[in-house]
């Protein structure tokens, strides 16, 4: 079964408006977990680095104030789109470092974002 | 810096042929190495990485790849596809000295298997 699992697995939104997707590790402490996006029949981009207890690392050309990234917990990461665009419309996978499986990555389920 | 080239975008094979998914990667350290599947509408599934060893590594499915470090490759292959294997592929390179874990992708390979 999933050890990483995300939600919503989809969701609309008005144009202007902030959704938050949630990454869980369901199994494990993550005190690592990662943010990619993924454009129809192209590769994923990673976004950022999220740290638990600690400010997220962007990747170049990620806009932080617009991608807020939230690590509260050791289980719980979270990316909450801000103002958002059509053009913010993608697929969002997270991941996250089971360290004690001899830090194996495991990728969520993914949730698609369609902004209209 | 890192980088992963698929040269296949696409790729189809009748069912039960065997199938070869090519990767290449640069880079100027040492390296992990992964191929992940990706089914429609779906998050990646690991199907076999190269930390260190052997340099010939078996996954789930039937699939193996093996790490060349003379070539820089990491080419997945099936001696024996099924229709169900039809979905997208990708490897993916981290670095084994930076402790990021931070995956570079490439760009996928779609396997097509036809009845």
């Known amino acids: 079964g999933a050890v990483v699992s995300q939600h919503p697995s989809w969701v609309i939104c008005k144009s202007g408006t902030s959704v938050k997707i949630e990454c869980r590790s369901l199994d494990f402490q993550a005190t690592t977990m990662f943010w990619y996006r993924q454009f129809p029949k192209q590769s994923l981009m990673l976004m950022a680095t999220?740290?638990?207890?600690?400010?997220?690392?962007?990747e170049q050309g990620v806009e932080k104030d617009k991608f807020l990234i939230n690590h509260a917990s050791l289980t719980l990461s979270t990316l909450t789109v801000t103002s958002a665009h059509p053009e913010d419309s993608s697929f969002y996978i997270c991941?996250?470092?089971?360290?004690?499986?001899?830090?194996?990555?495991?990728f969520g389920e993914g949730s698609w974002l369609t902004v209209v | 810096a890192q980088s992963v080239t698929q040269l296949d975008s696409q790729v189809p094979v009748f069912e039960e042929a065997p199938v070869e998914l090519r990767c290449n990667y640069s880079s100027s350290v040492s390296v992990y190495l992964f191929w992940y599947v990706q089914y429609p509408n779906q998050g990646l599934q690991l199907l076999l990485k190269y930390l260190s060893g052997s340099t010939l590594v078996k996954g789930i499915n039937g699939f193996e790849a093996e790490f060349n470090k003379s070539q820089t490759s990491f080419h997945l292959r099936k001696p024996s596809v099924h229709i169900s294997d039809t979905a997208e592929y990708f490897c993916?390179?981290?670095?084994?000295?930076?402790?990021?874990?931070?995956?570079?992708f490439g760009t996928g390979t779609r396997l097509k298997v036809l009845a």
């Open positions: 999220s740290n638990e207890g600690s400010k997220a690392t962007y």
């Open positions: 993916a390179v981290s670095s084994a000295t930076s402790g990021t874990y931070k995956y570079i």
């Open positions: 991941s996250a470092i089971w360290r004690a499986a001899g830090n194996t990555i495991y």
